[in-house]
């Protein structure tokens, strides 16, 4: 009797793609009045399409990008659906969020002078067609799991001082692990190299495209290993960023080769671990992703949001004015607004992913909640809707609390429960109540 061909417990395929703009646009993450200049670092998607045993995939894309939008998100998976079959669940798209990328957002088009929609368009194709290459052929590997250490995030909020500013607080919390999958072939070399740390990518500004510190790591890696995709996933940095700071004492803008310094610290980072504690997690594949409701604070009455718009003519009384428009229209403003947690599995390991701007508390608390199961705990993954803040931090304010609200048009700050929802979702999703991890 003739045997069945065996099946590989872990099977990979990769791609990549360039999506740097082919022309002058605008760049999301900072304010800016004109169009890029110029681009020390190309921009690019990633993907990588994994299969167990009993031929269940799961995909992910990392994009160089600040942010997805709601549509964006929406086309890509629709197209990659219809191409390879794959549902909501199996499907993970990571933004770098570079402050030095194109805008691509229309939800929150009102913060930039233009969207160039034909790029918009071109993006989201290119994401389809790029995870779609990747599952045009699978190799089998193995999937190990490590930690590495960086130092060079910082957190950002003063609780100590009147309204909680943007400075450099070294005793605030942080994150220091870097997270590392890597998936090699039997002979050892790898594949791919999943990575993850809680910084901003705020390293640079101006009028030049690029990916970053993350960008260059991910150029180092793979000069490193040839032939292997490096993929970064941005971990919950809502909170921390680069310890560029002046004399002052305030946070400065750095320079092209300071992007490379840090690219190359994190990268470093990455291939200490590699050589240090390495776990096997290969296994059969888990997905999950689950949307939930995250509520409100009682917002500002008519006659508040009618104050703050003749006191404020910038960001906060444009907010006002948008609020007041939605009062009229709609006769009340939502009491809550819709948040993903997705989660997937390899074997023992978790991939925890938020799409939200997440204070670093975040990570810290699933990865505390997951242990001793190893995990990878991402923020920016799908549409970008606002900051999300620790239940702690909420009463403290500031700029993560309560006045990035008026960047993305929230009708008030969200409310202390958000937190428990969130993780205690997490964590069922991912298993760790029932004790199956």
């Known amino acids: 009797m003739k045997q069945s061909k065996s099946v590989a417990k872990l099977s990979v395929g990769i791609a990549r793609r360039c999506i740097t703009p082919p022309r002058p646009v605008f760049q999301s993450g900072y304010e800016r009045s004109a169009k890029s200049e110029g681009i020390y670092q190309q921009l690019h998607a990633r993907a990588l399409v994994l299969e167990d045993a009993k031929r269940d995939r799961i995909a992910i894309l990392t994009a160089e990008l600040l942010d997805f939008s709601q549509p964006l998100v929406d086309t890509i998976k629709a197209g990659v659906k219809k191409r390879l079959g794959l549902d909501e669940s199996q499907m993970l798209l990571s933004a770098s969020h570079t402050h030095c990328g194109p805008v ?206 003749k006191r404020d003519q910038g960001y906060e009384g444009k907010w006002a004015k948008a609020m007041l428009a939605r009062l009229k229209k709609d006769g009340k403003l939502p009491t809550s607004r819709p948040a993903t947690v997705q989660v997937l599995g390899i074997g023992p390991f978790r991939l925890v992913a938020f799409n939200d701007e997440m204070c670093v508390g975040y990570q810290l608390k699933v990865k505390k909640g997951l242990a001793p199961a190893p995990a990878l705990v991402a923020g920016y993954c799908g549409c970008l809707r606002s900051y999300v803040p620790t239940a702690d931090l909420i009463p403290q304010g500031g700029y993560e609390v309560r006045t990035n609200i008026h960047l993305y048009l929230e009708p008030a700050p969200l409310a202390l429960k958000t937190e428990k929802i969130l993780i205690s979702t997490a964590l069922r999703l991912a298993g760790a109540k029932r004790g199956n991890i």
């Open 104 to 309: 691509v957002d229309d939800q929150i088009s009102h913060l930039y002078p233009e969207v160039d929609m034909e790029y918009v368009r071109w993006l989201g194709q290119t994401c389809i067609d790029t995870i779609c290459d990747a599952a045009q052929e699978l190799k089998p590997v193995t999937a190990q799991f490590a930690t590495g250490v960086a130092v060079f995030g910082i957190n950002r909020r003063r609780p100590d001082l009147p309204d909680c500013p943007m400075l450099p607080n070294p005793s605030g919390r942080c994150d220091p692990e870097v997270a590392i999958l890597k998936l090699a072939q039997p002979g050892g070399d790898p594949v791919a190299i999943l990575f993850s740390y809680a910084c901003h990518p705020t390293v640079m500004g101006g009028q030049i495209i690029g990916g970053d510190y993350p960008g260059h790591a991910q150029l180092q890696l793979e000069m490193e290993f040839p032939g292997a995709n490096a993929m970064f996933l941005a971990g919950c940095f809502g909170d921390v960023r680069p310890r560029m700071i002046n004399a002052k004492g305030s946070f400065s803008s750095g320079s092209v080769d300071d992007v490379r310094a840090m690219g190359r610290e994190l990268s470093l980072a990455v291939i200490a671990g590699l050589t240090g504690t390495v776990r096997d997690v290969t296994g059969p594949l888990l997905h999950r992703i689950e949307t939930v409701q995250l509520p409100y604070q009682k917002p500002l009455t008519r006659a508040e949001f009618k104050k703050v718009v």
